[in-house]
């Protein structure tokens, strides 16, 4: 079992910036897959970026790309989502989550385990 917390997130206005936060506990394995997913309301949920966590290679959604930057930090288990120059299109319901294939995927089925999910909202 992999347990992941999320934190960051809230409110901002267009253009600003925001970090979110995904800490990974319990059965961790340097050879998963970490990303980062959003649903806006009424939509489905689609993938946003994601990192291998034992080479750091990296995959970002061509709607983010340039924006977005997906992260991580080894020691403390934790893969960040950097959102700059946020569009009220980027209003969503954000989640990480771990892929134990350890391939870079964007299904969201492919995915194992999930984090709460926490609002982003930009306003205009």
């Known amino acids: 079992q992999v347990q992941l917390v999320e934190s960051g997130g809230g409110l901002v206005q267009a253009g600003g910036s925001l970090r979110r936060s995904c800490a990974a506990s319990g059965r961790t394995y340097r050879y998963y897959t970490m990303a980062w997913f959003r649903q806006a309301r009424g939509k489905e949920r689609v993938f946003a970026a994601a990192i291998r966590w034992g080479s750091g290679i990296t995959y970002t959604a061509d709607s983010v790309k340039g924006r977005f930057t997906i992260s991580r930090a080894n020691a403390k288990n934790t893969v960040y989502l950097q959102m700059n120059s946020l569009k009220p299109e980027d209003t969503a319901v954000y989640y990480c989550?771990?892929?134990?294939?350890?391939?870079?995927?964007?299904?969201?089925?492919?995915?194992?385990?999930w984090g709460q999910g926490t609002q982003v909202t930009v306003s205009s």
């Open positions: 989550a771990v892929d134990t294939s350890g391939l870079i995927r964007r299904g969201v089925y492919e995915y194992d385990y």
